[in-house]
C-alpha cells in the first residue's frame, strides 16, 4: 500500500550536523522525495504537531526541545515528505525506536541519538507513525504546492491551493494498528 510519512531532521541533529547521513539513508530506499523545506519551528507549529500528547507532563519540554531552545539558537529544522509502498514501516526501521537506548545500533537513532542527564530524548529525527499521522503532519508542514505530486485533495481558495480536509489538531482516536507500534 502507498503511504506518505513526514520526516524532520530536529535541532539535535541539525546542531550534530546528520542532515546529510539522515538523507543519505533515505536515499537508499525505494521511498519517492516529494517534498523539502527549511523551516523555523514557532510554538504554534510546535504545539499544532504534537497536540496528541499536549496532557503530558513533557509537553513543553518537547516544544522547547523541536523549537531549538534548548540549541542556543539553532531554531530550524528539515522537514521532507516522501511517498512509497510500506513508508511507515521502512522509514520508521530506518530512524529506529523512539528512545536512543532502545533504538537498533544502526538504526538513525540508536547511532546518533542519546537520552540527556534530564531524561530528553534527543532522537535526531521524527518520523510520521502511520499514514493517518502521515497526512495530518504533511498538510500541516506543507502548503499543497510544495510537494511535488499530488497526494492529497487540494481545493482552490482564493487562486492557490488549499487541502481540501487540512491537517490541523486532530489525531488517531483509539489504539494503534499493530504494524505500526
Known sequence: ???????????????????????????????KLVGARLAKVSHDLAATHYHHLREKPFFEELINFITGKLYAGQDTVLAFAYTGEGAVKRARAIAGATN????D????RGSFGRVTTKGVFENVVHVSSDPIEGEREIKLWFHPEEITVPLFPTVEQDGRLAWADPGGPKTRTGPWPEEYK
Open 1 to 31: 500500500m502507498t503511504e506518505s510519512i513526514l520526516l524532520i531532521i530536529k535541532p539535535d541533529g541539525m546542531v550534530k550536523g546528520l542532515a546529510g547521513h539522515v538523507l543519505r539513508r533515505f536515499e537508499e530506499t525505494d521511498l
Open 100 to 103: 536512543p537506548e532502545e533504538a
Open 105 to 108: 545500533y544502526r538504526s538513525i
